[in-house]
């Protein structure tokens, strides 16, 4: 069972990089996008040394709802691009 809930825990931190990464195009669009295309090199390495991490549900939780959070700062900016109002929209 260890097993079995190790891979669930390691699905769901792969669901939130990867949803994360798939913002990459979106993000280029944005004036404060080039500080988070930066980082997006530290998810990428990260998300392909998954297999050696011990993972537990508390740090899998905070991850989930980082992530979360990260997708709600970025409405506001994606809206704005959207109407082409985004030129000097910066991220808090």
Same mark, same amino acid.
Do not use: H, W
């Given at each position: 069972?260890?097993? @079995? =809930? =190790?891979?669930?825990?390691?699905?769901? $931190? $792969?669901? #939130? %990089?990867?949803?994360? &990464? /798939?913002?990459?195009?979106?993000? #280029?669009? %944005?004036?404060?996008?080039?500080? %988070? +295309? =930066?980082?997006? @090199?530290? &998810? *990428?390495?990260?998300?392909?040394?998954?297999?050696? +991490?011990?993972?537990? /549900?508390?740090?899998?939780?905070?991850?989930?709802?980082?992530?979360?959070?990260? %997708?709600?700062?970025? *409405?506001?900016?994606?809206? +704005?691009?959207?109407?082409?109002?985004? *030129?000097?929209?910066?991220?808090?």
């Amino acid at each position: 069972m260890e097993k @079995n =809930s =190790s891979n669930t825990l390691a699905a769901r $931190i $792969i669901n #939130c %990089l990867q949803t994360i &990464l /798939e913002l990459e195009p979106l993000l #280029c669009r %944005l004036e404060a996008g080039d500080l %988070l +295309l =930066s980082e997006f @090199n530290v &998810l *990428k390495a990260f998300l392909n040394g998954m297999d050696s +991490l011990a993972l537990d /549900e508390d740090d899998v939780a905070r991850i989930e709802t980082a992530t979360e959070r990260f %997708l709600q700062e970025l *409405k506001t900016p994606v809206a +704005l691009t959207r109407t082409g109002a985004a *030129k000097n929209m910066t991220l808090q």
